[in-house]
């Protein structure tokens, strides 16, 4: 299991599973959310986080067509721990990645939104690199058991209210 926490320690936070996936994300929206070039997420199902110390705060971010998104922070330094996908509704969170005590142990699988990486920015070489999303959940290879919940999460995502 892995953990991780904020920049001040007030919340700490374990995965009780290893990611569905890890992507780095290159759209302007984690540009701007990271202060950075990319975000670095971990797609876990929500209920396979459990928060071992303090309470993360939930805030809503309206995302015009695209529905609501919500990030979970510490109220204390702000930490982006995590956030949902439009996509996914509740049913995943997408961890960044630099709150995890051992960050270097998840490489992304995929690289998404590279029409708007910065030049600087090369996807390693055999990692698949999508100009947006990958259009079907097919399109990274992952292994069977988590391909099996890439698609209950994508299933999920299409439920009504989700």
């Known amino acids: 299991m892995m953990e991780g926490g904020c920049e001040c320690g007030a919340v700490r936070y374990r995965l009780t599973d290893m990611p569905v996936t890890v992507n780095c994300c290159h759209c302007r929206d984690c540009q701007r959310i990271t202060g950075s070039a990319f975000a670095l997420n971990a797609m876990i199902e929500s209920d396979r986080i459990a928060v071992t110390q303090g309470a993360p705060?939930?805030?809503?971010?309206?995302?015009e067509g695209q529905g609501d998104t919500h990030a979970w922070?510490?109220?204390i330094c702000e930490t982006l721990l995590w956030a949902d996908h439009p996509m996914m509704g509740d049913a995943a969170r997408f961890v960044r990645i630099g709150t995890l005590d051992r960050a270097e142990a998840l490489a992304p699988d995929a690289h998404y939104f590279v029409r708007s990486r910065h030049p600087w920015v090369t996807p390693p070489a055999?990692?698949?690199?999508?100009d947006t999303?990958?259009?079907?959940?097919t399109a990274i290879d992952l292994p069977p058991d988590r391909a099996a919940r890439m698609a209950m999460l994508l299933r999920a995502g299409e439920q009504p209210g989700a």
């Open 57 to 63: 705060e939930m805030r809503s971010l309206e995302r």
């Open 73 to 75: 922070r510490c109220a």
């Open 126 to 130: 055999g990692v698949p690199a999508f």
């Open 133 to 137: 999303l990958p259009s079907d959940d």
